[in-house]
């Protein structure tokens, strides 16, 4: 019977529509578009946020705008206004020299009222509230108002104006003598007022306090309240002394090169410390000494130009606050015989006669010097931090420009550990805000990034075994009818708003873990080694008993055992409370059965109720949708002939599941793995409302943490915009981005690796 040959093709069944070939061309174009965008966004925000940290690491800069010369004479002293356009000069006789630097109205003198009756024999300047006390030759002193005003004309031009206000002259010390150096605090309700005097070619020291009533049209007459005689307490050559803020200390220099702290408590003063900053060095003398703005820092300069700096701190050992060497900054290059302390941070600048240095107090970093051309007698820094004034050796002032808008801010600030002003050690911290002026910004990096990891890592320990697991099971064990409910179901679970786990962490289940630890910790340990000794006991059971219930629908038997054991647990917890978690009040010595105490004594870590345990148990439940979806595909795509040939040689499922298949998706689920860490990692809502956002470094599970996207979202509304914290902030997710980067890198190269190894196809 002849064959019937098939038609032959007709050519133009294989053609394609020029249309479908246009498209496919645009396409593949618009692909490659697509992912060289997305490359450049990449890049661009790369750019963006190193744009926005560079200035962080840039030193001050500054330069002389003007020189003026005033009259010649023997300065006192040298100060300046808030907006740094009449600073003024002290002369020896109690007149002050104002020099217009901005306008043509050239030097204004104004004189102290009292000087040229009684004489000026010596001057401390305070700068943050304007106020000069002034010492006489006749053994008084007063208060010198310097007030600033600005005025404004008729072409809205404005100028500043100066005016003296001088108060009552009071007596200090030994009557006639007179001061030789002074100094003054204003606390608000205690003033104090130190002097040195000479009598017979011998120092002495006195103090008053001062008294002000106050009346409704404001503060009263200030009248000394009591006086007292320090110069017992000192043993050696009084040099030079500082006052403190508070009104409550003298720190006096002896030429002896030790340090003395008196403190004022109860009315008499008392020698609360003795310090030899120098002591390993042949002359141990003090050459300068100055408090930083807050007068809880003062610097100490040595004749050689060794700097060091002392902090107050709480001393545990004497239970009061001492002074602690906290700072050595860069040596001066010679003998410093000039400084000036900014009252808007922790800069201070120190001069020697021909060199100044900028430096910032808390990170010790230089931010300026320059060797100047002039020898350099008195200097000030502006109240807006923005100008620095030199006064030289030839009557000539010199204005000069300051452009230093994040002294805060360095390498070792954002990484390393640092000694803040009231610790009593280095450590890292981040606290950017404070209630006062004075406050010293701390805005290290590494709670941050530990706090970051220590919420991944909680959140993972509670996610990738369920997630894991229940992917393998869905994958390789339950029936394809209960699969297409459990699949889709999981995927929604990832679309909850991360806002809304965040509330019921942080208003559900903080409040019920905080008392039910124990009986967590039953369910964490008994619920999977339930379902091991179920698996153990349901494998050995006669294939007659197990017929009934058919492959895949084992956790119909199962979830009833899970949910026994786990309310069982539940139950019990308090019971186990009782027997292991008891704790003995240390006020009654009654024994108290309460996880919350037991925890804190046995371990001396704290016991928080928004903790690590609940963003776990939280962040956990957003990052295993994620991780299940992705492993169970991974899972699911593996060839069926490895299953297959793996059960025709005899072994099990659960052998071919965990032998062959996982394997063999190892790449896929190591991709699920590292999606899920980034997911957990980017975190925000839920570490703001679940943990107390609270920046500390300890693993500790029953504490919180602080989390780099969290300190973003809270911080960043608030920052001021390009200032230090907003740039810091920056940094914070520069931080991110370089953290996820090299973790993805990581990743994918140990993806290749694995899929390169398991691979089924050549």
Do not use: C
Not at 74 to 103: C, H, K, M, N, R
Not at 401 to 426: I, M, Q, T, V
């Amino acid at each position: 019977m002849p064959v019937k040959s098939s038609p032959p093709p007709v050519p133009a069944r294989f053609r394609v529509a020029k249309a479908t070939l246009l498209m496919d061309r645009f396409m593949n174009e618009f692909i490659k578009i697509g992912g060289l965008s997305v490359i450049v966004a990449v890049f661009g925000i790369f750019v963006f946020i190193l744009v926005q940290i560079l200035p962080l690491f840039r030193g001050a800069e500054a330069g002389e705008l003007k020189a003026i010369a005033i009259e010649p004479g023997e300065y006192l002293d040298l100060g300046i206004d808030e907006w740094s356009e009449l600073p003024f000069a002290l002369q020896g006789d109690g007149d002050l020299l104002f020099i217009d630097v901005v306008g043509d109205r050239g030097v204004m003198t104004k004189s102290i009222p009292f000087a040229a009756e009684h004489g000026v024999g010596a001057v401390r300047y305070n700068q943050l509230n304007q106020r000069l006390t002034v010492g006489t030759k006749d053994g008084q002193f007063a208060l010198v108002d310097i007030e600033y005003k600005p005025v404004y004309g008729a072409d809205n031009t404005r100028t500043i104006e100066a005016e003296l206000n001088a108060g009552e002259l009071l007596p200090i010390g030994r009557p006639g003598v007179p001061v030789a150096m002074i100094g003054y605090a204003d606390a608000g309700v205690r003033k104090l007022v130190v002097a040195k005097q000479i009598v017979d070619g011998r120092m002495e020291l006195h103090a008053v306090t001062l008294a002000q009533r106050r009346t409704l049209m404001g503060g009263g007459r200030v009248t000394v309240d009591q006086s007292y005689d320090l110069t017992p307490l000192i043993a050696g050559t009084i040099d030079q002394f500082l006052v403190a803020s508070q009104a409550d200390s003298v720190l006096i220099a002896t030429t002896e090169g030790e340090l003395i702290y008196l403190f004022l408590d109860g009315g008499q003063f008392y020698v609360r410390q003795r310090i030899k900053p120098f002591a390993h060095l042949s002359d141990p003398r003090i050459a300068h000494l100055r408090y930083v703005f807050g007068d809880v820092t003062f610097v100490a300069v040595a004749g050689n130009g060794e700097t060091k700096g002392y902090s107050l701190y709480l001393d545990p050992a004497v239970g009061s606050r001492q002074f602690g060497e906290t700072k050595h900054f860069a040596s001066q290059p010679g003998a410093t015989s000039v400084s000036a302390a900014s009252v808007r941070n922790k800069a201070f600048l120190l001069g020697t006669e021909r060199h100044a240095r900028l430096i910032f107090s808390t990170t010790e970093t230089v931010r300026w010097q320059k060797n100047l051309d002039f020898t350099i007698r008195h200097a000030v820094i502006g109240g807006k931090y923005d100008r620095m004034v030199f006064l030289d050796d030839q009557s000539k002032l010199h204005l000069y420009w300051l452009r230093d808008p994040h002294p805060e801010s360095s390498f070792r600030a954002f990484f390393g550990k640092l000694w803040y002003e009231g610790a009593s050690e280095p450590k890292f911290d981040w606290q950017s805000t404070g209630g006062s002026d004075d406050f010293e910004p701390k805005l290290s990096l590494i709670p941050l990034i530990i706090g970051s990891l220590k919420g991944t890592l909680y959140a993972l320990l509670f996610a990738v075994p369920i997630a894991l697991l229940a992917a393998t099971y869905t994958s390789q064990f339950l029936r394809p009818g209960v699969k297409t409910i459990v699949k889709p179901t999981m995927e929604i679970m990832a679309s909850l708003p991360s806002v809304v786990l965040g509330f019921l962490a942080a208003l559900w289940l903080a409040p019920i873990l905080e008392t039910r630890v124990p009986s967590i910790l039953l369910i964490v340990t008994l619920v999977p080694l339930s379902a091991l000794v179920f698996g153990w006991g349901w494998a050995r059971l006669p294939p007659r008993i197990r017929l009934f219930i058919p492959p895949g629908w084992e956790f119909i038997v199962f979830f009833p055992i899970m949910f026994i054991t786990g309310y069982l647990a539940w139950q019990l917890g308090p019971a186990l409370e009782r027997m292991v978690f008891v704790v003995s009040d240390p006020s009654t010595g009654v024994r108290i059965a309460d996880f919350r105490l037991w925890w804190p004594s046995v371990t001396g870590t704290p016991f928080e109720q928004r903790n690590s345990l609940v963003v776990g148990f939280m962040m956990g439940f957003a990052v295993i949708p994620i991780i299940f979806t992705i492993a169970e595909d991974a899972l699911s795509n593996v060839p069926q002939a490895l299953r297959s040939g793996s059960l025709a040689l005899g072994a099990s499922r659960w052998q071919t599941a965990f032998r062959i298949v996982l394997p063999t998706a190892s790449a896929g689920i190591f991709s699920a793995l590292m999606i899920g860490l980034g997911r957990a990692v980017g975190e925000t809502m839920i570490v703001v409302m679940a943990t107390g956002n609270t920046p500390i470094m300890e693993w500790n599970i029953f504490s919180g943490m602080r989390t780099l996207a969290a300190n973003i979202a809270v911080e960043l509304p608030e920052a001021p915009h390009h200032g230090t914290l907003y740039r810091s902030l920056f940094l914070g997710a520069m931080m991110l981005f370089l953290m996820t980067f090299l973790v993805n890198t990581v990743a994918e190269v140990l993806r290749q690796r694995l899929r390169d190894r398991y691979k089924t196809v050549e």
